[in-house]
């Protein structure tokens, strides 16, 4: 089992640019959660995707969006990049999603905005 | 606004010593209280868990001792080893929007 992948690893774009962000899950999951950490802080919540639609979504504004496919793998797409989006962006997995149910991590994409 | 606060922000400890971390919380709805370990260059990992019905969960060298009514929580990690060396986080969740809310964070620097 390869757990939770992400791609790409690292990525640089330019103020303004749009950029698409990949996560399949582990193998049996089907509920996708997206955290946006920036350097030295805490993972903050972006949204939960289960069963191809946006359950629940944090504070973040419109330019965020995202998608799930039937094979359960994510999208996290980003538009007009600012400067301040520059963060590691993390996928998370489960099966269901109740509370408690543990969410297992990939190892994030590196997104930097000059 | 962060809805987990977490301290220390780093800390060392000796080998064999025992690291000590808190966090404190407002929403009262929080059911669920998890800490992660994250090292550099991955994601978090689940290290222990526990619900508010019990006041302290141990695995191993990781107990999660947990106060309801000062809406406290903390994290002992008991003879601290160099390969606990690591960042570490305590989030909550609520039943009510299953969003989890993490802490900044704690270094934690284990010296052989």
């Known amino acids: 089992d390869a757990g939770v992948t992400q791609s790409p690893t690292h990525l640089i774009k330019t103020r303004g640019q749009q950029v698409t962000l990949r996560c399949s899950p582990k193998?049996?999951?089907?509920?996708v959660s997206w955290y946006q950490q920036a350097l030295g802080q805490g993972p903050q919540f972006i949204f939960q995707?289960?069963?191809?639609?946006?359950?629940q979504r944090g504070n973040f504004p419109d330019r965020f969006s995202g998608h799930q496919f039937p094979n359960y793998s994510s999208e996290l797409n980003v538009n007009a990049l600012l400067l301040g989006d520059s963060a590691l962006y993390l996928c998370?997995?489960?099966?269901?999603?109740?509370?408690?149910?543990?969410?297992?991590f990939g190892p994030g994409t590196r997104l930097t905005v000059l | 606004q962060q809805q987990v606060k977490q301290s220390p922000q780093s800390l060392i400890v000796q080998k064999g010593g025992i690291s000590i971390i808190n966090c404190a919380y407002e929403?009262?709805?929080?059911?669920?209280f998890p800490w992660y370990q994250q090292f550099p260059g991955k994601g978090p990992a689940l290290l222990i868990a526990i619900r508010p019905d019990v006041s302290e969960k141990k695995e191993g060298r990781f107990t999660i001792s947990f106060n309801k009514s000062a809406k406290q929580f903390s994290l002992h990690i008991m003879d601290s080893q160099p390969g606990d060396s690591a960042t570490y986080f305590c989030?909550?969740?609520?039943?009510?929007?299953?969003?989890?809310?993490f802490g900044a964070g704690t270094t934690v620097t284990v010296r052989a």
């Open positions: 995707y289960y069963e191809e639609e946006e359950r």
């Open positions: 998370a997995s489960s099966f269901g999603h109740e509370v408690g149910n543990e969410q297992f």
């Open positions: 989030a909550a969740e609520s039943s009510n929007d299953y969003k989890l809310s």
């Open positions: 193998s049996g999951h089907d509920t």
């Open positions: 929403n009262t709805a929080f059911d669920y």
